[in-house]
Nanobody, 125 residues
């Protein structure tokens, strides 16, 4: 059994930064990949970034490339998403996810069985 708990969302102005955290609790045998997704009302949940842990690769979707950084602190078993130069279109509920994945589809929603409750990020002037 794995549980995920996000925090760190909030309201910022365009160009600002936020760091999201996701504490991963429970069995570590049922996942090898952690990821961040986001969702806005009326839209599908979309992948933002994923990390194979420990010691694996990192993947980003295009909107996050160059502005967001995903990291996993294995000592705290906490997943992070550092978001810089935020834009209004980044406004969404952000979710962390865990799953046991192969080498493809790491940013596909259906690959992940375990989700956190979400944290809201609002970017507005």
């Amino acid at each position: 059994q794995v549980t995920l708990a996000e925090s760190g969302g909030g309201s910022v102005q365009p160009g600002g930064s936020l760091r999201l955290s996701c504490v991963v609790s429970g069995s570590t045998n049922s996942w090898n990949t952690l990821a961040w997704f986001r969702q806005t009302p009326g839209k599908e949940r979309e992948g933002v970034a994923a990390i194979r842990t420990p010691g694996g690769g990192i993947w980003y979707e295009n909107p996050a490339q160059g502005r967001f950084t995903i990291a996993h602190d294995t000592t705290k078993n906490t997943l992070y998403l550092q978001m810089n130069n935020l834009k209004p279109e980044d406004t969404a509920t952000y979710y962390c996810a865990a799953g046991l994945l192969g080498d493809s589809g790491l940013l596909e929603r259906d690959q992940y069985p375990t989700w956190g409750q979400g944290t809201q990020v609002t970017v507005s002037s």
